[in-house]
């Protein structure tokens, strides 16, 4: 194991105080959020069971970053929205592509600071 990885071994938790993995060392069995969402799952209010700390490149310099691990056996399906969520979802989605003025549906979200005026309706707008 390369010695940048075995810093971040501790599978008893003595150095983190939970069990923490290098990158690509976590035990079968353990899941982060985005894998278990891949499954269809969610954590369901189960505690964390790890920790996957690596070393993490940014625009800003390197960081530390970590990723928690739930346990799979524990995990709950994911809740699907109702018909009436997607709904209030799609008509706020659609006020954010709208026109306040014109009532034109441009595609996209119109620029904050416009305040929801397109260029059209308001030329004191700069492109």
């Known amino acids: 194991m390369a010695r940048y990885m075995a810093r971040y071994q501790d599978p008893d938790g003595a150095?983190?105080?939970i069990p923490t993995f290098g990158w690509h060392t976590a035990p079968a069995g353990l899941a982060t959020?985005?894998?278990?969402?891949?499954?269809?799952?969610?954590p369901g209010r189960q505690p964390i069971a790890g920790q996957v700390r690596w070393r993490?490149?940014?625009?800003?310099?390197t960081s530390e970053r970590v990723?928690?691990?739930?346990q799979i056996d524990l995990a709950r399906p994911k809740r699907t929205p109702t018909p009436a969520q997607l709904a209030a979802v799609a008509r706020a989605l659609a006020a954010r592509r709208t026109c306040r003025k014109c009532q034109t549906d441009y595609?996209?979200?119109?620029?904050e600071a416009w305040a929801g005026v397109c260029w059209l309706c308001d030329p004191s707008h700069e492109i």
């Not at 959020?33 to 969610?42: F, K």
């Not at 993490?56 to 310099?61: A, F, L, M, P, S």
């Not at 990723?67 to 739930?70: E, P, T, V």
């Open 107 to 111: 595609g996209h979200r119109l620029p």
């Open 56 to 61: 993490g490149v940014h625009r800003r310099g």
């Open 33 to 42: 959020r985005r894998q278990l969402r891949e499954m269809g799952l969610c």
């Open 67 to 70: 990723a928690y691990l739930y």
């Open 15 to 17: 150095r983190y105080g």
